[in-house]
């Protein structure tokens, strides 16, 4: 079973920055994983925001090039997410996630929140 924990979601004002953190833990290699960060707003469906591959190619959603960086740190089986330039359209549930052996785990998710 893999587990992942996402953490530091928060209220910020527009134009701030947030750094979120995603740590695995269970039975899995974290090294040969890609990792993907997705965001829900309310009304509207799951996307996906950034992704990085177990050597370290990276993509975004176009809505964040530019503003939000992924990166990972295999020694502490953790995946990060810098968000700079905060939108409000950016409030969202955050959620990473993996697929590993055939099986596709999500972490419970962290509030982000962008007031205008």
């Known amino acids: 079973q893999v587990q992942l924990v996402e953490s530091g979601g928060g209220l910020v004002q527009a134009g701030g920055s947030l750094r979120l953190s995603c740590a695995a833990s269970g039975n899995i290699i974290f090294s040969i994983v890609t990792m993907g960060w997705y965001r829900q707003a309310p009304g509207k469906q799951r996307e996906l925001v950034a992704a990085i591959t177990s050597g370290g190619s990276t993509n975004y959603a176009d809505s964040v090039k530019g503003r939000f960086a992924v990166s990972r740190d295999n020694a502490k089986n953790t995946v990060y997410l810098q968000m700079n330039s905060l939108k409000p359209e950016d409030t969202a549930v955050y959620y990473c996630?993996?697929?590993?052996?055939?099986?596709?785990?999500w972490g419970q998710g962290t509030q982000v929140t962008v007031s205008s």
């Open positions: 996630k993996t697929d590993y052996r055939r099986g596709a785990y």
